[in-house]
């Protein structure tokens, strides 16, 4: 059984392969985003405004097609990691663990243990309270920290999925 799951795995790990390269990347792009420009212009606004607009972004943000790009991609990475331990001499096998560990801990580990959490407490604060003016501030520190943290490990996946393929070819 574990024989043709491999073969099947090894059979598609070209297309998942491209598919983590592409995933990653298509997130480092937003996630490049959000540091860049999205929060920095949030931090301009007035503290009940800056928490209205990311409670909006929060709740449009849990759509199929981001968590298809997110999640699926995770799987994508998952799915090659365990293939290339069972492939361990193949070429590019240590870009390809090294990108699949990047993004499933720097992009998927980070936004499950830091990011959610931040956009949980967000989500139960009221906009104009004094708490939501305090938690706002501590928000947009930590939580453009940790969106660094996923940029960047997003970032080293997808270029590291490229390395693995220039190296198996």
Excluded at 35 to 42: N, R
Excluded at 53 to 77: E, H, K, V, Y
Excluded at 127 to 142: I, M, R
């Amino acid at each position: 059984m574990i024989q043709n799951f491999m073969a099947t795995i090894h059979n598609l790990r070209f297309p998942l392969l491209l598919f983590a390269a592409v995933g990653s990347g298509l997130n480092a792009g937003v996630f490049f985003a959000f540091s860049t420009f999205v929060m920095p212009a949030l931090a301009r606004l007035q503290p009940p405004q800056g928490i209205a607009a990311m409670q909006s972004i929060n709740i449009r943000a849990i759509n199929p097609l981001f968590m298809i790009a997110l999640f699926g991609t995770a799987l994508a990475c998952l799915l090659l990691a365990i293939s290339v331990l069972f492939k361990w001499q193949q070429p590019g096998a240590v870009y390809l663990l090294g990108g699949s560990s990047l993004y499933l801990i720097g992009t998927i580990g980070v936004t499950i243990s830091c990011n959610v959490p931040l956009n949980d407490a967000l989500a139960i604060v009221k906009p104009d309270s004094p708490e939501g003016a305090t938690l706002w501030a501590k928000y947009l520190t930590n939580w453009t920290f940790w969106n660094h943290v996923r940029t960047i490990a997003a970032i080293a996946a997808a270029t590291l999925f490229i390395l693995s393929t220039i190296k198996s070819s």
